[in-house]
């Protein structure tokens, strides 16, 4: 046990103490600060410019609604219409009309034209063509002008008051969600799915990033023949499982680091954003209590080994990066199943899928604390995922240790399959 941990101590300190070490530290929290203070800003910026209100509207509806459209584009350009043109024509004549209506636009008198017609009217569709087509939140404006004033020239044909049909027609609704838990009210559920992601994708990159740091560093001891050395005096299985304990605790410290930046950077957000001018409602953190940080951990770190072995089983069996790149791929494949599920799995937190894939070994470092975030889950259920996972580190670890100790002693050509199980069963 002791020369476990002066190997587990080695590996980890070798790493702390670079300089990429803290560079990837720091740009931890950068990132942070960037996703939570740059999209708000951007938001801020990206309403719909006032040109959005420069098109050309070809009315082949027979009603007013190009007028209606028009008009309500003058909010945005100007109370004459923001240079609107509205050009009452017969369906008949709708080709020639485009042709003109491009031309326009082309030679920039007008940024778009914009169709109506009789299924603009039934409310199945209208169709803009202009050099704005990719700008999302012009066309976002102007769908919704469209909407509106469909649906209010509908309801005044059913008899409804003008300025009520308009009122209604205005009408959007934001429906406020709020997760109930066994302890009480859970917070926003908007903001626990946002949690869950980011708790599903920061386990991947890290089981990702410190498991190929553990294959690497195999690679390097074969490469370099510092195993044949240390096997005079250390049992393969010690060397091992101190390098997979020394790289598992830089990925803790890190991780560690990068939550806490994170919670410090949500609480000086606000104040931050109030100094670029942008108001911001108060967004709460998911209400996560101790016991289920705990459980997150208990996973990342039982999920690392996971893979860390394998990982370090791969490093074992090749002897260049390029064989290493193609021989990593199942292991790489079975990590990034997981993450290929994430929205099914949101969509459906309880469904059959879901539960298969947060019991699975290979599978449940990542699903089951993306389940715990968004849906309550039974203690038993947890308990039965955390046994099977404990069960399938010891499974691997065990299969990586018998490769490990055969495949950093052979060099030359790449082992086959029947020689790896051969290596095992020796």
Do not use: H
Not at 96 to 123: K, N
């Amino acid at each position: 046990m002791a020369k476990l941990w002066v190997v587990a101590k080695r590996e980890y300190l070798e790493r702390v103490r670079t300089r990429w070490f803290f560079i990837a530290t720091f740009f931890g929290p950068v990132l942070f600060g960037a996703l939570m203070i740059v999209p708000p800003l951007v938001a801020e910026r990206s309403s719909a410019s006032v040109n959005v209100a420069n098109i050309l509207i070809l009315d082949a509806s027979g009603t007013d609604l190009g007028n209606r459209v028009s008009g309500a584009l003058g909010g945005i350009g100007g109370s004459d219409g923001g240079g609107t043109r509205v050009l009452p024509i017969a369906p008949a004549e709708m080709a020639a009309a485009e042709s003109l209506a491009t031309d326009s636009v082309l030679q920039r008198r007008a940024r778009g034209y914009l169709v109506v017609d009789s299924t603009t009217v039934a409310g199945t569709g209208a169709r803009y063509v202009g050099t704005n087509a990719s700008t999302i939140a012009d066309m976002n404006e102007l769908t919704r002008i469209v909407r509106e004033q469909v649906l209010a020239m509908r309801f005044e044909r059913a008899g409804m008051d003008p300025l009520e049909a308009s009122s209604i027609a205005r009408t959007r609704l934001r429906l406020e969600t709020e997760r109930l838990t066994s302890t009480g009210r859970g917070g926003s559920g908007r903001v626990n799915i946002v949690f869950a992601f980011v708790v599903a994708i920061l386990l991947y990159f890290t089981i990702f990033l410190y498991g190929q740091n553990v294959l690497r560093g195999v690679m390097e001891e074969k490469q370099t023949r510092v195993a044949e050395v240390v096997f005079a005096s250390v049992r393969p299985s010690t060397l091992l499982g101190g390098k997979v304990l020394g790289v598992g605790g830089v990925g803790l410290t890190q991780l560690v680091l990068w939550v806490a930046s994170g919670f410090l950077l949500y609480q000086i957000r606000e104040p931050l954003l109030a100094r670029f001018g942008v108001e911001q409602t108060s967004v709460p953190l998911p209400d996560i209590s101790a016991a289920m940080i705990g459980v997150l951990l208990l996973f990342f770190v039982l999920g690392y080994v996971f893979y860390a072995a394998l990982f370090a089983a791969v490093g074992a069996m090749v002897n260049s990066e390029q064989e290493a790149q193609q021989a990593q791929l199942p292991v790489v494949l079975l990590l990034v199943s997981s993450v290929a599920l994430l929205q099914a799995i949101v969509t459906r937190p309880d469904g059959g899928l879901a539960r298969l894939l947060s019991l699975l070994p290979f599978s449940s470092p990542i699903v089951m604390p993306l389940r715990m975030s968004v849906v309550p889950v039974s203690p038993l259920e947890i308990a039965l995922a955390v046994l099977l996972l404990a069960a399938g580190c010891l499974g691997v670890v065990w299969l990586a240790g018998r490769i490990y100790r055969v495949g950093m002693l052979m060099y030359g050509k790449r082992p086959t399959m029947g020689e790896v199980a051969r290596w095992v069963r020796s």
